[in-house]
């Protein structure tokens, strides 16, 4: 509506990413209601609307990795995969061969020229609350100039008032959340249909007393509550080994169980292109992160592992299955971070820009294991900072470069 207004011409492509006719237990489709709702608002707008079947695509550059990794017992995040490979691949080149000389799509980011280099950067979105380009920052920075948001410079409030103004069918539909091809079922629901269950058993870390079974340990990941019955308080999800099967939990959603002053990632993704100069010249590079979608920013010094730093002692509360690459970055919290994820996306920005993505390979000692104490539960999200006596502490003895998770 907003590029037809202004004067482009227009046209609305309907995307199939999931088959769910091969499904069981999910009684929440809405595929056939999105195009139904698809069909709806540009029959209002005026604009014709195709129809792409990507269900191959994805189950092959997506959603087969996805299955993977939850069976490694890590918690992936698909939507970075699926914005890489599929919308801002293969849909850019199907809307290319339709004519189209740009896409656009409806994520909360926006796309700047570089004053300095002439490069086209991304941003973040001006809503913090909508704010998507978390999920873009994967994507290669060369379709930059091939894409467009036009909900970047706005706020969702605001989205919602046009499209009431202008009549749009869609305007008081809820926002999405959540992994796509889930639906309202639980993630334990869904993920059984792809894997057999892990059975194991909780631990409590300040006792180490067992407290209880764990029906599914794919099906668990760190900071939720455990939900095991019967007990006084409710448990956190700390950690997983995947080798002894055990499930690591504590009593306190602020224990400091939960945090970390370091972590290390795999190879980054820079939609530059190449690393930021202080990474190339062997320096550490001073930005923000989130390693979660809905995270406050936080700040961090990133750097290269080397002979003489960039080593990151690893939790002993996270073991995963099978052999995992060396890691590619190595990461200093300004802050104690809570629940830093393996396989998660951690993004990486300088300001407003989004300078690229790496998966977390695992998180460093927590301050429990350091024997540091964290914030209470009311200080969650600004986190307290660490002294530097103890972020020197959490840097020691482990190369990066040659751990592995044993078989």
């Not at 639980?186 to 194991?200: A, H, K, M, Q, R």
């Not at 448990?235 to 169980?257: E, F, I, N, T, W």
């Not at 960039?310 to 002993?316: L, M």
């Amino acid at each position: 509506m907003l590029l037809k207004d202004q004067g482009y011409d227009v046209f609305g492509v309907f995307m199939r990413n999931w088959d769910e006719s091969e499904e069981t237990g999910n009684a929440n489709c809405t595929v056939e209601a999105d195009y139904a709702q698809a069909q709806s608002v540009c029959r209002h707008i005026g604009v014709p609307l195709h129809e792409v079947d990507f269900v191959r695509q994805y189950w092959t550059h997506v959603f087969s990795d996805f299955v993977a990794q939850c069976e490694a017992g890590v918690t992936p995040n698909p939507d970075l995969a699926c914005n890489r490979h599929i919308k801002f691949g293969a849909l850019l080149e199907h809307c290319k061969s339709l004519g189209a000389d740009m896409v656009a799509t409806g994520h909360y980011a926006r796309v700047q020229r570089c004053a300095n280099s002439g490069q086209l950067q991304l941003l973040r979105g001006v809503d913090p609350l909508k704010d998507q380009s978390y999920f873009l920052a994967s994507i290669h920075g060369s379709c930059l100039a091939e894409v467009a948001f036009p909900l970047g410079g706005i706020t969702k409030e605001h989205v919602r008032q046009l499209a009431m103004e202008r009549g749009i069918p869609s305007a008081a539909r809820q926002s999405s959340s959540g992994i796509c091809f889930i639906g309202r079922r639980t993630f334990g629901d869904f993920i059984s249909n792809y894997t057999e269950p892990v059975v194991g058993r909780f631990e409590d870390v300040t006792t180490g007393q067992d407290v209880g079974p764990c029906a599914n340990m794919l099906a668990v990941t760190l900071g939720q509550g455990s939900g095991i019955s019967g007990l006084k308080s409710r448990m956190y999800v700390v950690g997983k080994d995947m080798q002894s099967q055990r499930v690591y939990v504590a009593p306190a959603q602020g224990h400091p169980s939960l945090f970390t002053s370091s972590a290390a990632l795999q190879e980054a993704h820079w939609i530059a292109g190449q690393p930021p100069q202080e990474l190339q010249q062997g320096k550490g590079l001073s930005c923000s992160f989130k390693a979660r979608y809905r995270q406050a920013p936080q700040s961090c010094t990133v750097s290269v592992p080397s002979d003489t730093r960039g080593v990151c002692k690893p939790s002993r509360f996270t073991r995963l299955r099978g052999v995992w690459p060396s890691a590619g970055l190595y990461v200093a919290f300004k802050d104690s971070a809570r629940a830093i994820t393996p396989q998660q996306a951690f993004v990486m920005y300088q300001g407003e820009v989004c300078l690229g993505s790496a998966p977390i390979l695992y998180p460093g000692q927590t301050l429990y294991e350091m024997e540091i104490p964290a914030h209470g539960r009311e200080d969650l999200q600004q986190p307290g900072a660490i002294s530097p006596q103890a972020l020197h502490s959490a840097h020691k003895e482990v190369d990066m470069r040659n751990l592995t998770y044993a078989n």
